[in-house]
């Protein structure tokens, strides 16, 4: 779906993310619309998307849910990933720019 947080695995095709998998370790994107093939995916730059709860200039993090983020770094657990991967911006909008370091919580 637009918006979705993907990863891309060791075949090229894009998958749903959480910060539960090392899968979020890799190269991550946000869909482009309900068909990567035909609309795309967006590796670095900014996106306007629905509705969230996070500020303006706040640091966004994989989400534990398939898929999502959120600015809220207490998503992140034991034996998670936490990797920054944009910043909030005015109406709606992130910069969507993934750091390339990571770490797993113990």
Same mark, same amino acid.
């Given at each position: ?16 993310? =959480?910060?539960?998998? !090392? ?5 991550? $994107? ?5 068909? /990567?093939?035909?609309? +795309? ?24 849910? =398939?898929?999502?983020? !959120? ?5 992140? $657990? ?5 990797? /920054?991967?944009?910043? +909030? ?18």
């Amino acid at each position: 779906n637009f918006g979705d947080l993907l990863y891309m695995n060791n075949a090229g095709n894009w998958g749903l993310t =959480n910060n539960n998998s !090392s899968n979020s370790t890799r190269l991550l $994107g946000i869909a482009l619309g309900t068909n /990567i093939v035909t609309q +795309g995916v967006l590796i670095r730059g900014n996106i306007r998307l629905g509705a969230f709860t996070f500020q303006e200039g706040d640091p966004l993090y994989i989400s534990d849910a =398939n898929g999502k983020f !959120s600015s809220n770094p207490s998503v992140v $657990g034991s034996g998670d990933y936490a990797r /920054i991967i944009g910043y +909030g911006l005015p109406t709606n909008t992130i910069y969507f720019n993934p750091d390339n370091t990571w770490v797993q919580v113990v």
